[in-house]
């Protein structure tokens, strides 16, 4: 798998085209009522957003803010109490929009006495494919999810890891027009978490649209175009990731090679210009930077220490 | 065995005659009114009258125009496939390991005195069969989808393009595959067993000078004594219900393998039984108390008879000679000699009463079939021509009695004071015999029948309710069939009081239930009548929709060596058909209305 990772400046082809929206909610509630009718949770109030056709849009937020709700609301799995939810103009309830749909769950939900040939078979075979096909398939998507040597094994023998991978690579059977990812990198390494990215947004790049849900707020940073953060069950913010992320009075100069002299002269600069230097300093570099580059020299230079200790 | 005359309708009988189509359409609608009411209910609880009834029509259209047209059977297979690998992974074959050991020590205690040694072989590992095959079928269907919503499994099933119909239908089929998978091992561990229980032999212990009759070895707890015709060849006499070719070869005379243990007699009934008083009118039986309610009685030594009308009874069924079963009961009013049996006679008549066979006399054989037969050309008499003194003569049992293939057996008791008992089934034409193989296999059908009725249901239960509470009211639906007749009861009897209705509008009035009601209005009066006879046959018809699985069973056709004719088996498979189809509806509504992610 390839390892560069690039924001899409490309923004939906038209906002007003209903053709473009994949999904939409309208003014969408879920409250949960215990078996006597009482309300017990409002765990989704007045949502109203779009995703569309051809982006990675990201639902952010924390631990009961109405991610999941939201997810099986649009996948039928729920049905709301307000509002509706439309996926590809039509109703979540509706079994066939199922056909154009890719769903990645929070865990991968899958049948532990089934190994990976099987359970591909057996969800290309929910989608009613052809035996060619589906041995087709299944061939290439565990060459790309990488379980070529653990194909016969059972999933109860995977790894977290490996269990993410088979349950991608299940959402991937039907070559999805829209993908349903539930926090994808929970459970993976660096290294898959780097690919598990990539893959994302390789399958943008091959027109796909995308839904990711997720904690990891690096991974949403790095992927996605437009992000919805809820809190509470609400829409507290809604935009294109690019600008809800720039700081619009700070400017960030990156430079290298300069000299003592050089680096007084620009503060100069600054402090004449009215501006506060906050800080200048070698910059440091990720951690998941860090790790990936000593994982890739080691793989280089096996049974070697790496330069960076 | 005793058979109730409803067991031998012919299938078509049955559907058209006896109502079992319509019955089956009024209970249909019943379920889908009741259905239909219970869905709005709740529909509009949830969201208010108009749109309520507009998401019921909407599930209702949705069935007809787009989930049943749109399903897929690769689908229903493909989750077939899965409820087989996931029963295999359960270790449900072990099931089988547990029957085999059951076999293994049923040898200890089946009893090796019993007078019938088939019957209880036959009974015993059918009714074992049938018990592990149903518990078998209750758990695994009951907890199947429960296990997939709990481990959220599901969410990969139902966002893909499946239809509630095919998720039901996936698992009906899957654990249907596997339990027959585990139905066949058994079938064929089991005739082994009853095969090889029942095979014996005996040597000859003493032969008479002559050399035609003799004795057998004392073998499986019994013996024989034979007779041998001028060429060698005879048979024993019936002991422990069976008997053995016997036949010389030079001087030696070898007893070969049981025969007639293990049959499936082929019986004609007749169409009906009707008796005669003791002054020789038309009555119906003598009751003689609680001693029988399935046999009525006619009296010994008066004009009182029974007379059972044979229709349609084809000569090409018998040769030369006619061979018939009897098992009448005697009931005595005096002890009297009591080794001797109570004797009857019995001779057949034709319809129009102008030619009947010499009368035979018997006696009576209890609680054992007495196997009789009768030559085709036989002594009898027949009406003069021109008067109705009846001569002497040779009667052709198909030119002068059975014309037509009808005739009448006519019953009488001979001694005075006695009586002697009979049902329909009592007397019957017994053409030759089919494979036993055969009859075997047919209630190994008729256990998968049941067994596929507790899948149905278990898997129908499964959809809205957790596993152990799925097998609860699965059970419960099994043990409510055996209690139905209690409904029976109270629709067949004139309950006082009146129906429901009429009963909920005595209590506001306090009248007593021994009084007529009087509203003063005979128009209300009358329409609450009719209102509480359609409701008492709503509740019958619900009673109906609990499968009774008392009368589904047949382990005493094959174990008493009876046919298990097409007909019955063909209701059955009709019946459970029709629970195939009410569990599919009722699945499909809670599968669709049903939040699998709450």
């Known amino acids: ?309 | 065995m005793r058979l109730s005359p409803e067991q031998f309708w012919t299938y078509s009988e049955w559907l058209f005659q006896k109502n079992g189509l319509r019955d089956g359409f009024f209970l249909a609608l019943v379920l889908a009114i009741l259905g239909f009411v219970i869905g709005y209910i709740v529909a509009v609880i949830k969201h208010g009258p108009s749109e309520g009834f507009l998401q019921v029509a909407r599930i209702i259209g949705q069935l007809f125009t787009v989930d049943i047209p749109k399903m897929s059977f690769r689908r229903i297979f493909a989750m077939a496939k899965l409820a087989i690998k996931e029963s295999i992974r359960k270790k449900v074959l072990v099931v089988v390991g547990i029957f085999i050991v059951g076999m293994m020590f049923a040898g200890w205690y089946l009893d090796e005195n019993a007078d019938y040694p088939a019957r209880l072989y036959i009974s015993f590992v059918l009714t074992m069969t049938n018990y592990m095959v149903i518990v078998l079928g209750l758990f695994v269907s009951c907890f199947s989808i429960p296990a997939d919503i709990k481990s959220r499994t599901i969410y990969t099933i139902v966002t893909k393009p499946v239809r509630p119909l095919e998720l039901f239908l996936g698992r009906v089929l899957g654990f249907t595959a596997i339990g027959t998978l585990v139905l066949v091992a058994m079938g064929l561990l089991s005739y082994v067993f009853v095969v090889r229980g029942l095979r014996h032999t005996h040597e000859t212990v003493s032969t008479s000078a002559e050399g035609t009759t003799g004795e057998t070895s004392y073998a499986n707890r019994h013996k024989h004594t034979y007779t041998l015709n001028e060429s060698g060849r005879g048979t024993t006499n019936e002991v422990k219900g069976h008997r053995h070719i016997v036949e010389k070869v030079g001087d030696k005379i070898i007893v070969k393998k049981p025969i007639d243990d293990l049959t499936a007699r082929v019986p004609v009934y007749a169409k009906s039984l009707a008796f005669t008083g003791r002054d020789g009118e038309t009555n119906t039986g003598y009751n003689v108390g609680y001693m029988s309610e399935y046999q009525k009685y006619i009296e010994g030594d008066t004009l009182s008879s029974a007379v059972w009308r044979f229709e349609g009874v084809s000569p090409s069924l018998f040769k030369d000679v006619i061979s018939y079963d009897m098992t009448i009961s005697a009931f005595r009013t005096y002890k009297g000699d009591i080794v001797t049996p109570v004797g009857g006679i019995i001779y057949f008549r034709s319809i129009d009463g102008t030619a009947q066979t010499e009368p035979e006399a018997f006696k009576v054989k209890e609680f054992q079939v007495d196997r009789r037969t009768i030559k085709t050309k036989v002594k009898g008499s027949k009406d003069k021509k021109g008067s109705k003194d009846k001569q002497p003569a040779e009667i052709d049992f198909f030119k002068d009695i059975a014309p037509n293939g009808s005739f009448d057996v006519v019953i009488r008791c001979q001694d005075r004071g006695q009586y002697l008992g009979m049902a329909a089934a009592d007397v019957y034409l017994r053409p030759n015999d089919l494979q036993f193989w055969w009859n075997f296999v047919k209630g190994y059908i008729s256990i998968w029948l049941q067994m596929f009725i507790v899948i149905c249901f278990g898997v129908m239960f499964s959809t809205f309710l957790s596993g152990p509470v799925a097998i609860i009211a699965t059970i419960s639906a099994i043990v409510l069939g055996f209690f139905g007749f209690f409904i029976d009861q109270i629709q067949s009897t004139n309950t006082k009081g009146g129906g429901p209705l009429e009963s909920l509008i005595r209590i506001p009035l306090q009248s007593g239930s021994q009084l007529e009601l009087d509203l003063g209005n005979e128009a209300l009066q009358t329409a609450i009548t009719k209102i509480d006879e359609q409701l008492l046959r709503a509740v019958v018809q619900l009673k109906n929709a609990v499968p009774n699985f008392d009368q589904l069973g047949t382990a005493d056709f094959v174990a008493y060596g009876f046919n298990l004719f097409g007909g019955l088996l063909g209701r059955h498979l009709t019946i459970a058909f029709g629970y195939f189809i009410l569990t599919s509806l009722v699945s499909y509504f809670f599968l669709k209305t049903r939040e699998m992610a709450a």
């Open chain 1, 1 to 309: 798998m390839a390892t560069t990772l690039a924001q899409n400046p490309a923004a939906p082809n038209s906002v007003n085209d209903p053709t473009n929206v994949v999904v939409e909610t309208r003014n969408l509630g879920k409250i949960y009522r215990d078996f006597w009718g009482r309300k017990k949770v409002n765990a989704l109030k007045s949502l109203d957003l779009e995703v569309r056709k051809g982006e990675i849009f990201g639902l952010l937020g924390p631990n009961g803010s109405g991610k999941s709700t939201t997810i099986k609301l649009m996948l039928g799995l729920l049905f709301p109490t307000a509002g509706r939810v439309f996926v590809f103009g039509k109703e979540a309830t509706d079994v066939s929009k199922n056909e154009r749909i890719g769903y990645l769950p929070e865990e991968s939900y899958l049948y532990k006495f089934l190994n990976a040939e099987e359970t591909l078979d057996f969800y290309g075979r929910l989608f009613d494919m052809s035996a060619e096909v589906r041995r087709e398939r299944t061939e290439k998507l565990i060459q790309m999810v990488g379980l070529q040597r653990a194909r016969r094994r059972q999933l109860r023998e995977y790894s977290k890891g490996m269990t993410r991978r088979i349950g991608l690579a299940q959402a991937l059977i039907n070559e999805p027009e829209f993908l349903v990812l539930d926090e994808p990198t929970t459970g993976l390494d660096p290294i898959g978490t780097r690919e598990m990215k990539d893959l994302i947004l390789r399958l943008r790049e091959e027109g796909k649209t995308i839904l990711l849900c997720s904690h990891q707020l690096a991974d949403v940073q790095d992927v996605c175009d437009r992000v919805a953060i809820l809190h509470q069950g609400e829409l507290k913010e809604l935009g294109r990731v690019d600008s809800l992320l720039k700081v619009q009075d700070v400017t960030e100069i990156h430079a290298s090679g300069l000299s003592e002299e050089a680096k007084k002269e620009i503060q100069g600069i600054i402090e004449r210009s009215g501006g506060a230097l906050k800080r200048m300093d070698n910059p440091t570099t990720t951690m998941e930077e860090l790790f990936l580059d000593i994982v890739r020299e080691s793989e280089q230079r096996p049974g070697r220490r790496g330069s960076n200790s």
